[in-house]
Nanobody
Framework: VQLQASGGGLVQAGGSLRLSCAAS????????MGWFRQAPGKEREFAAC????????IYANSVKGRFTVSRDNAKNTVYLQMNSLRPEDTAVYYC???????WGQGTQVTVSS
């Protein structure tokens, strides 16, 4: 199983980005998926997660109301739509199969003020 994250970049404060995480493996639809982020000099932290069916999502307080996690099981892909971005959202963003140590390689998001 491999996860490939993409969609990061440089954006001004208040802007938007959509991250994608494409998974290999025919059982993607069985996995709960999570997004995490790690800012420079800080520990990796939870951002959002979505149940295998897509019916339940959970967000960290720091991103609630601004970020939306979704998935397309037909495309083996989970997304993180990030709106109203702030400089403090600057981090490397990682996707992960929940409950495992299987991580994507990370994608850099930089928000300028």
């Amino acid at each position: 199983v491999q996860l490939q994250a993409s969609g990061g970049g440089l954006v001004q404060a208040g802007g938007s980005l959509r991250l994608s995480c494409a998974a290999s493996g025919r059982t993607f639809r069985d996995w709960d998926m999570g997004w995490f982020r790690q800012a420079p000099g800080k520990e990796r932290e939870f951002a959002a997660c979505i149940r295998y069916s897509g019916g339940t999502t959970i967000y960290a307080n720091s991103v609630k109301g601004r970020f939306t996690v979704s998935r397309d099981n037909a495309k083996n892909t989970v997304y993180l739509q990030m709106n109203s971005l702030r400089p403090e959202d600057t981090a490397v963003y990682y996707c992960r199969i929940s409950g495992t140590n299987i991580w994507g390689q990370g994608t850099q998001v930089t928000v300028s003020s």
